[in-house]
């Protein structure tokens, strides 16, 4: 055969080979051939949507310290990539489903017989239940985003590391932390989620791996940490390996957590070293470089909450794999780079225990965090019995210039006191349920919410006024964000001097007049308008201090509440004010 045919036929055969081998290479998830698809030159995208996008996620402690702007941070990266962000924290829900976070509670969230009653709420979820910066203005519609995360105690895993995944009955489904925590019951689980995430093609899922343990005897072994390493890792190179669709997606928490920048207070971000989960040199890079499976980031000995540094090294790593995520899903990267690979820490097989079902919920302690104060878990929607109130402003209704405007009657001008406007406004509200904790941030409550009764605190600097002005009307006008319908919030006026940046519970105690001022309906959202004009009177010819005003829902029961804009919220027309009628 002369040579020309012979290399012909040699190259035929290898393009088709290569034909053949490459998509049966991709759908098996082999890094190497994945990477060599002739799909790769379209390059994932890891900068920010375009437009905003509602994104929900659901936590419990580790969580919240994760989205804390004085901690992980992770609210405001979220917010300067254009997601709006809402949560879910215990409590939360129909059946209190918040409380239930474990990975065997996954199962009842998307699967169980009560999975639609749940994903409905979770899908209209628009509020904040604990404090973060987000974007001010909600786009509307329903979130597209789920993410979800366990805590720590999810990492106490049994079995062994190459357990296949439970097939048919899995005892975990529904449960808690305990001996039905195995490997593959695990593995079990996340597969009975994809048969509904498949059927939701609208949505995109992103799995948040459970943070690691700290290394101590009391709380965890090397055996059990193996296990959890295993199970993150077939997470991040197995789970999808035969799902066709492009609307689920892993970020290893876990991983993250295991290297540092050399003690838990200083992350290694960035670093060429370490133990990554990231977007790096133009593709997803999912790396362990140092032999742990161990928190690198605990609070304490005891205690696994990661400190802030260990949330702002996961924030800097996840948002740009989550830009990643989201245009694979929106097809505006049609290409799906595969993690690469680094090496690998040895692991070490485990012993394996008689499942045995656990169908509580596990929660975890607010961590005292390096560095930082001690901050409690702050509001989340799991009301308590019993009324709830309120100190806040006074408004003249979507009127917002700093300049008098003129009154129908000769001699009086209208002035509206409201932040960012004209004059100052103090705001805050307080707990019960966490006696020591000061509410200074973009939004305000009334009712009843997570275990205790909320106050909020408002009070107006009329100092800008000048002397001789005499108040013909007075209105205070609060914008009501979100409610639990139908029932009636009292104006009271304020009989203590208060801090916006220092007030509590504790502090304040019930320090309001119980006469009630005003009163207006919960029945419907928006503008919310009560006359003062007695109080404000008093307050400028010095016959009443001016303290302030509280707003009370004397009704509020479980789950019962009212949430409002506050002095800090981003939109200066929707903040509170006190609209006034004056003439000399």
Not at 10 to 32: E, I, K, S, Y
Not at 71 to 88: K, Q
Request: aromatic fraction near 10%.
């Amino acid at each position: 055969m002369p040579a020309r045919t012979r290399f012909s036929l040699r190259l035929l055969w290898a393009l088709v080979v290569a034909l053949l081998v490459a998509p049966l290479a991709w759908r098996a998830g082999l890094d190497g051939w994945a990477q060599w698809s002739v799909a790769a030159a379209q390059a994932d995208d890891p900068s920010p949507p375009a437009s905003t996008v509602k994104l929900v996620f659901i936590h419990h402690s580790t969580g919240e310290n994760w989205l804390a702007d004085d901690s992980g941070r992770l609210g405001l990266a979220l917010r300067d990539n254009n997601y709006f962000v809402s949560d879910t924290n215990y409590g939360w829900g129909p059946d209190g489903i918040g409380d239930l976070t474990d990975i065997g509670h996954w199962w009842l969230w998307f699967v169980g017989p009560r999975r639609d009653v749940y994903t409905t709420e979770l899908y209209r979820e628009y509020r904040r239940n604990c404090p973060y910066a987000r974007l001010a203005h909600d786009p509307g519609g329903e979130n597209q985003i789920v993410v979800f995360k366990s805590c720590f105690p999810n990492s106490q895993v049994e079995g062994n590391p190459n357990d296949p995944p439970t097939a048919g009955d899995n005892p975990l489904r529904g449960q808690g932390v305990g001996d039905t925590l195995t490997v593959g019951n695990a593995k079990g689980i996340y597969n009975d989620l994809l048969t509904y995430f498949r059927t939701r093609q609208d949505k995109l899922f992103i799995v948040i791996t459970a943070p690691p343990q700290v290394q101590n005897p009391m709380v965890t072994d090397a055996e059990h940490a193996a296990n959890a390493r295993a199970l993150n890792n077939w997470l991040v190179h197995d789970w999808l390996a035969g799902y066709p669709y492009r609307n689920v997606a892993v970020f290893d928490f876990f991983n993250t957590l295991t290297s540092n920048g050399g003690n838990p207070s200083a992350h290694d971000l960035g670093w060429a070293t370490g133990n990554h989960h990231r977007w790096r040199n133009g593709a997803i890079e999912h790396v362990q470089r140092v032999a742990n499976n161990f928190s690198a980031y605990a609070s304490s000995s005891e205690d696994s909450h990661p400190t802030p540094a260990g949330g702002q090294k996961a924030s800097g790593e996840f948002v740009q794999l989550l830009n990643v995520f989201y245009h694979r899903w929106a097809g505006t990267s049609p290409t799906a780079t595969p993690s690469t690979p680094g090496p690998t820490a040895s692991r070490t097989p485990t012993r394996t225990r008689t499942p045995a079902a656990t169908p509580t919920s596990t929660r975890t302690s607010t961590p005292t965090r390096i560095g930082t104060a001690t901050r409690t878990r702050t509001p989340g929607p799991t009301p308590t019995q019993g009324h709830c109130i309120a100190y806040l402003p006074i408004v003249l209704k979507n009127w917002s210039q700093n300049q008098p405007w003129p009154s129908a009657t000769p001699g009086l001008n209208g002035v509206v006191i409201q932040r960012g406007t004209r004059g100052d406004v103090a705001d805050a509200y307080v707990w019960e349920s966490s006696p020591t904790y000061t509410g200074n941030w973009e939004t305000l409550y009334t009712g009843c919410v997570g275990w205790g009764r909320k106050r909020t605190l408002l009070r107006f600097d009329l100092s800008s006024l000048g002397p001789g002005v005499s108040v013909h009307s007075a209105t205070l006008a609060i914008y009501l964000q979100s409610e639990t319908g139908g029932r009636s919030v009292n104006v009271h006026r304020v009989l203590a001097d208060w801090d916006e940046g220092g007030v509590s519970w504790e502090s304040f105690g019930s320090t309001y007049e119980p006469d009630v001022l005003g009163t207006f309906s919960t029945d419907a959202g928006g503008w919310k308008e009560v006359v003062v004009t007695g109080v404000v009177r008093g307050w400028l010819d010095g016959s009443i201090p001016n303290q302030g005003l509280l707003l009370d829902d004397p009704t509020a029961g479980t789950d019962q509440f009212e949430e409002y804009f506050s002095s800090e919220w981003g939109a200066v027309e929707q903040r509170p004010k006190l609209i006034l009628v004056v003439g000399e």
